[in-house]
């Protein structure tokens, strides 16, 4: 059984940081992509960042882009998301995500259940 458990949201003020962890378990992910969703109340889920499976590769949506940076550790079947100057429309909740081929293209295919990241103005 595949498993994500993400950590590390919170409540944080406009211009702060937070980093997100998740813990894969159930099979081994050092061969597939990971990374990061989001959805803020009353809007559709959005892709965030997304890192290839050597970290030698990593795409970001324009909005973060500068501002967070993913990273992972194969040994420990763990990637991170580094959130720095952190928005108001940042607030979401953020899935940590698996893909078995290009997240452009193919999305996908393995969900955490969420952690809550919210950002006071």
């Known amino acids: 059984q595949v498993q994500l458990v993400e950590s590390g949201g919170g409540l944080v003020q406009a211009g702060g940081s937070l980093r997100l962890s998740c813990a894969a378990s159930?099979?081994?992910?050092?061969?597939?992509?990971m990374g990061w969703f989001r959805q803020a109340p009353g809007k559709e889920r959005e892709f965030v960042a997304a890192?290839?499976?050597?970290?030698?590769?990593?795409d970001y949506a324009d909005s973060v882009k500068g501002r967070f940076t993913i990273s992972r550790d194969n040994a420990k079947n763990t990637v991170y998301l580094q959130m720095n100057s952190l928005k108001p429309e940042d607030t979401a909740v953020y899935y940590c995500?698996?893909?078995?081929?290009?997240?452009?293209?193919?999305?996908?295919?393995?969900w955490g259940q969420g952690t809550q990241v919210t950002v006071s103005s």
């Open positions: 995500t698996v893909s078995t081929g290009y997240y452009r293209t193919h999305g996908a295919d393995y």
């Open positions: 159930g099979r081994t992910f050092s061969t597939y992509a």
């Open positions: 890192i290839n499976w050597s970290g030698s590769s990593t």
